[in-house]
Nanobody, 124 residues
Framework: QVQLVESGGGLVQAGGSLRLSCAASGRTFSNSGMGWFRQAPGKERDFVAAISWSGAITYYADSVKGRFTISRDNAKNTAYLQMNNLKPEDTAVYYC?????????????????WGQGTQVTVSS
C-alpha cells in the first residue's frame, strides 16, 4: 500500500510558476513509476507527465512539454512537478499517482495508488 499526499497548488497569474510535491509513504517509493494527471472542471482526467523508478526516463503530454518538468527524490520519497510559463488552460486539480511497476506509464489504469489532488488555478 502507498499513501500519496500532494501539495504546492495555488493561484498564480499566467506566465508564473508553481512546484507541486507528492510525498509518498508505505511501499518502497523507489520501486514505483510515478505520474501526474490533471482534471479540469467538466472534463476527464488527463495525463500530464510520468517518470520511471530511477528518474532516468520521463515522458510528457504535448500540452506541457517544454514548460513542465517531472522529477523525483527517492531519498525523500517525493516526486515533483515543476510548472513554468503557466497558462489559464492549465487550471485543474492535479493528482499524483504511483504504479506497481518501474517504468513510464501514460494510462490511468497503469497506476495503483492516487493522491487526493491539489488545485492549480491560473488567472489571465
Amino acid at each position: 500500500q502507498v499513501q500519496l499526499v500532494e501539495s504546492g497548488g495555488g493561484l498564480v497569474q499566467a506566465g508564473g510558476s508553481l512546484r507541486l510535491s507528492c510525498a509518498a509513504s508505505g511501499r518502497t517509493f523507489s520501486n514505483s513509476g510515478m505520474g501526474w494527471f490533471r482534471q479540469a472542471p467538466g472534463k476527464e482526467r488527463d495525463f500530464v507527465a510520468a517518470i520511471s523508478w530511477s528518474g532516468a526516463i520521463t515522458y510528457y503530454a504535448d500540452s506541457v512539454k517544454g514548460r513542465f518538468t517531472i522529477s523525483r527524490d527517492n531519498a525523500k520519497n517525493t516526486a515533483y512537478l515543476q510548472m513554468n510559463n503557466l497558462k489559464p488552460e492549465d487550471t485543474a486539480v492535479y493528482y499524483c499517482a504511483a504504479g506497481n511497476n518501474l517504468g513510464v506509464r501514460v494510462q490511468e489504469r497503469s497506476y495503483d495508488y492516487w493522491g487526493q489532488g491539489t488545485q492549480v488555478t491560473v488567472s489571465s
